[in-house]
């Protein structure tokens, strides 16, 4: 690793009043000390590199201009918050980022007053930045008061719908408020649709293709060469349908587009907002992600997630693999149904290579389909290629498809359309915390009629149930499988489909019973084999689906053992609970069976590696051995401390 950067005005920033009477050559020279500082850091903790190197002189920008933490600076995602963390007295931490006990790699509320709205998913700023003018307009006072309200948007997260939504409702209500869009033509992929093209066009020829006052008659408050800017501007708009008419129209003044690293232009221009606004503005910034930082700008995705990394030669350091990702497994099992399934189509809300569509693509090029930030649109886009002959895998993250719930039930499963949903990153996650952690998918969908919901135990079940879910038409169907390494199981040259509703037997025993659904199944056989070398045996089996449930593999489960621990990665309300519901319809309580369900505890667990998220939630094979003991009146194991 390189040594740390010298950063000799950095220094001197403790918080962002301290940029208050910089000069725009010292602003530069900061953001320079900035950009190397951001690198720096991740380079030591691995992170999301490329979004920060890309606003780093709007960051300085924003804090230099307005005042913060009254001014509630809004960032979207919240990929691009490391600089801004940096700024704000959070630099003596910022090698702590995704690490356990260290800093939240997004804005979190908790963290900083200066992170007044937590985001990881995108597509939230403009409605919350919203909700704070209107707070503050109606004599909200919370800490550190109201100010103005700025929200941060890339140009992939306001393709989302509920951006549209905001943007509609703030040009209703006419609040004073800011919106920054912080086009770099590129999201995680490249963006797709119609408003990239748009903003493709308003970007092309002139720097300022619309330039209008930023209230009545601000023109003139504005330095000579803008002043000259919304001269052009205005002629154009005489001969133009282009420019910034369509956010005209949602109700916001436009200003742009400018270039989002040159802080001659972004300063004045964000003083003259802030003087003299007096309604929703929005503001369009070309920039650049990974900026500044050659591996990252040379990058097919600019450095968007990183792993530690040489500052010099930007090459990962990356952990060699014993086993297929299991993303892969999905992507290269789907491929093999696809061959010989031409209504197999797949598609993804903007995550084409974190899906592993991007190697679907290569293949099928024109049967995949990126519908952008928009996971409802994608959902009922699903029902509908379903309700049209086709064979739909929805290929989405759990933390992502919360998004389109509403859609699940009424667009697919009340119409039993048979749409496949792939839920990737099933379960604790790691260093992303609990935003990106999949922890409601098993509940969520298996109280939905008609669904059939599985969990693949490791990556050879994992084929299975692609094919499982190719074949079945007979409704919705959904499997889930973590993020990370498999187990390093022997692999099926071809996947098989498995009988619905039929998990299976793992090891026999008499002692006890576990039932596991999904990963942690690898982690119950550890604790099986510790419990046998102290004269425990237990039997253990792979529920496989959680609906339907194999009721008669349970109720013998429950008939031949005293006590059955049921364990999934997944909260409250999932398959334990629907285990014990068919227990206690059954009646099986009234013959005193022991039953303990080991679900994910019910709050939030911060970013760690997953090992020690599962620590916390209680769920590695030394929980499991000491849930065991303990059901059985054995005594438990000591607590780590």
């Known amino acids: 690793m390189a040594d740390e950067p010298k950063t000799p005005l950095l220094d001197k920033v403790h918080e962002p009043a301290d940029l208050k009477g910089l000069s725009i050559r010292e602003l530069r020279q900061l953001a320079d000390e900035l950009r190397a500082e951001t690198v720096s850091a991740v380079s030591v903790t691995g992170g999301h590199l490329g979004a920060g190197l890309g606003v780093v002189e709007l960051t300085v920008a924003l804090h230099a201009v307005f005042d913060t933490p009254r001014d509630k600076v809004i960032w979207d995602v919240g990929h691009q918050c490391y600089p801004h963390k940096i700024l704000t007295g959070r630099r003596d931490r910022i090698r702590t980022l995704r690490q356990k006990d260290g800093l939240s790699g997004f804005t979190k509320r908790s963290e900083s007053p200066y992170d007044p709205f937590g985001a990881a998913h995108s597509s939230t700023s403009i409605s919350a930045a919203l909700g704070f003018a209107v707070a503050r307009d109606l004599g909200g006072r919370p800490e550190h008061g109201i100010g103005d309200c700025i929200a941060v948007i890339g140009d992939g997260s306001i393709s989302a719908g509920m951006a549209y939504e905001a943007m509609n409702n703030a040009g209703h ?10 086009d770099n033509e590129m999201s995680i992929a490249p963006p797709v649709g119609a408003m990239s093209s748009y903003l493709s066009r308003l970007y092309t020829g002139s720097p300022f293709h619309e330039f209008k006052q930023v209230a009545k008659d601000a023109v003139k408050f504005l330095p000579p060469p803008l002043q000259e800017g919304a001269k052009r501007a205005k002629d154009l708009l005489k001969s133009s349908v282009m420019g910034g008419t369509m956010f005209e129209q949602l109700g916001f003044t436009y200003l742009g587009p400018i270039d989002g690293h040159d802080l001659d232009q972004l300063v004045p221009l964000l003083r003259a907002v802030r003087a003299h606004a007096d309604g929703p503005v929005l503001i369009h910034a070309i920039t650049k992600k990974g900026k500044g930082y050659d591996p990252a700008e040379k990058s097919s995705d600019r450095g968007h997630a990183r792993a530690k990394f040489d500052v010099v030669t930007g090459e990962q350091a990356k952990a060699v693999s014993n086993a297929p990702a299991y993303t892969k497994v999905f ?14 189509v797949a598609v993804t809300a903007a995550m084409p290579d974190g899906t592993g569509l991007n190697l679907f693509a290569e293949r099928f090029p024109q049967r995949v389909f990126d519908v ?117 199981v022997e692999m099926p040259e071809r996947g098989v489909p498995l009988e619905i509703g039929k998990g299976r037997m793992i090891r026999e025993g008499t002692a006890a019973a576990i039932l596991s659904f999904g990963t942690r199944l690898s982690e119950v056989e550890t604790a099986a084999e510790r419990l046998a070398a102290k004269g425990i045996q237990v039997t253990v089996a792979d529920a496989r689906f959680s609906k339907p449930l194999d009721r008669e593999l349970i109720l013998r489960l429950a ?81 780590r401390g």
């Open 173 to 182: 209500l006419k609040n004073r408020m800011i919106v920054i869009l912080n």
């Open 559 to 639: 008939r031949e053992h005293p006590a059955l621990i049921t364990i999934e990665e997944g909260a409250i309300g999932g398959f334990g609970s629907h285990v014990a519901q068919l227990l206690a319809e059954e009646g099986v309580f009234d013959g005193g069976l022991k039953y303990r369900s080991m679900v994910l505890p019910d709050t939030f667990i911060d970013q760690a590696s997953p090992h020690d998220m599962y620590a916390v939630a209680q769920m590695n094979a030394e929980d499991i051995e000491g849930k065991v003991q303990e059901v059985l009146g054995l005594g438990t194991l000591a607590r």
């Open 331 to 344: 992507a290269r099992a789907l491929i093999d149904e696809a061959s010989r399934d031409d209504k197999i």
């Open 372 to 488: 952008a930030i928009a996971e409802q649109h994608g959902v009922t886009f699903c029902a509908g290629l379903a309700a049209g002959g086709m064979k739909p895998f929805c290929a989405m993250y759990s933390t992502f498809l919360q998004r389109g719930y509403d859609q699940v039930v009424h667009d697919v499963a009340i119409q039993r359309l048979p749409v496949r949903f792939a839920i990737d990153r099933a379960g604790l996650v790691g260093a992303d915390g609990a935003t990106h952690a999949g922890s409601f998918d098993i509940a969520f969908l298996s109280n939905l009629p008609g669904f059939t919901v599985m969990a693949a135990a490791d990556e050879a079940e994992l084929v299975h149930m692609v094919a499982t879910a190719a074949a079945h038409d007979e409704g919705p169907i959904a499997f889930r499988f973590p993020r990370g390494e498999g187990v390093g």
